[in-house]
């Protein structure tokens, strides 16, 4: 689920127009509040927080797709678009796309 609402804050701050510097949605159906900000080198940083349980993460979506933050039990997490890999500190792998995407 939280994949899935990621992928469509993704979207949003994709199709957001370059005028916007800085925002924030809140899914009152999670409870998940995202801010963002827009950085002069094509960069976005997001910071989610739920007003549910307390839990907060933040993540920085490059130009090109690649993704990197910090989970919500405070992981690091990497994430190359190009190639579908993913990696977090607590040990869990992911590689290729789509219906092929394994993780470990």
Do not use: E
């Amino acid at each position: 689920m939280l994949k899935l609402v990621l992928a469509g804050l993704v979207t949003l701050l994709l199709a957001t127009p370059a005028v916007a510097q800085s925002g924030s949605y809140y899914d009152w159906r999670s409870g998940n509040r995202y801010n963002w900000n827009h950085n002069f080198d094509g960069s976005t940083d997001v910071r989610g927080s739920n007003v549910n349980n307390g839990s907060q993460w933040r993540q920085t979506i490059m130009p090109n797709g690649d993704q990197r933050g910090i989970d919500s039990r405070g992981n690091s997490w990497r994430y190359n678009n190009s190639t579908g890999s993913y990696w977090n500190s607590d040990g869990t792998m992911c590689w290729g796309k789509g219906q092929f995407r394994q993780c470990n």
